[in-house]
């Protein structure tokens, strides 16, 4: 990897560098959604192609953490799986939103975020196409394009908005009760983007009120929780019980938020939740 312009890391934030790790992330992913976007719809190798963009992606941020990083693990969605000896783990997402990246959508991100005392901690997350860089977490404050960003607004349940993420593994009876308590109970409106990373966003830029997840996995979430939590955001995640390959069934928002959908997560996706509300 590149010596970031003859900076040493002494010299520049912990996030200025993964930011720029990140950016670099998004310029190989974008060669080749651009690649994607010069073939016909009928051909076949789309998917081939989304998993060689993937594992190349995914390739290039273990390479670059490890390099500034030695002593750290990494754990990626493709398979990669690094010990470290530091006790800190970068979780890593290469593009979540695979699908809207095969369409040519725009929904898709790079996704790094630290993991330490089984804690999400600190997080980047760039979105090439829209060229929207979001880092922040812990005592590193939350900005957009190094912009800082406004808490999350009040709740209002007469203009409220959620997004929502079901996993293709969830039952088709779990999947309607979502969809009927949104809109008997709640009586909001509701979107599902196709990138839980990109959901996170919608919360973060005041679009949506919160998010709620049946089967997203760790990686999807790792960076956008601690960029969230700077903006007044909780979730419902116990990590002390939660590891890093579990498939998560959570929601995010402010209190308020999570007040009004507990008994949805309780109801749906497995064994009653612990209650236990997190930041971070």
């Known amino acids: 990897m590149a010596d970031f312009n003859g900076s040493t890391l002494p010299e520049r934030a912990t996030e200025s560098v993964i930011e720029e790790i990140a950016r670099r992330a998004g310029e190989i992913a974008l060669r080749h959604f651009r690649s994607l976007a010069s073939i016909p719809v009928e051909k076949k190798g789309h998917l081939d192609l989304v998993t060689k963009a993937d594992r190349e992606v995914e390739e290039f941020l273990i390479a670059s953490l490890l390099q500034v990083f030695p002593n750290d693990g990494v754990y990626g969605e493709e398979g ?3 010990a470290g000896t530091s006790g800190r783990i970068w979780v890593i997402d290469p593009i979540d939103g695979t699908f809207n990246f095969v369409r040519g959508g725009q929904n898709w991100a790079i996704s790094i975020g630290l993991y330490e005392n089984r804690r999400p901690t600190f997080g980047v997350i760039y979105v090439p196409v829209r060229d929207l860089l979001l880092a922040g977490g812990g ?16 709740l209002n349940l ?3 908005s959620m997004g929502i993420g079901l996993h293709p593994s969830v039952a088709t009876q779990d999947r309607l009760e979502v969809l009927r308590y949104i809109s008997d109970e709640l009586r909001i409106a509701f979107r599902c983007c196709g990138s839980s990373t990109l959901s996170l966003i919608e919360v973060a830029m005041g679009e949506t009120d919160g998010y709620v997840a049946l089967g997203d996995s760790t990686w999807d979430v790792m960076a956008g929780l601690p960029i969230l939590s700077n903006l007044g955001v909780s979730h419902t995640i116990d990590w002390d019980r939660t590891d890093l390959g579990a498939k998560l069934r959570f929601a995010c928002g402010s209190e308020a938020f999570l007040a009004k959908v507990r008994p949805l997560l309780e109801s749906v996706g497995g064994e009653p939740m612990s209650g236990a509300l997190g930041h971070g």
Do not use: D, F, W, Y
Not at 140 to 153: A, C, D, Q, Y
């Open 158 to 160: 007469s203009q409220a």
């Open 139 to 154: 005592s590193v404050e939350t900005r957009l394009n190094g912009k800082p960003m406004r808490s999350l607004p009040v």
């Open 80 to 82: 990669g799986n690094i």
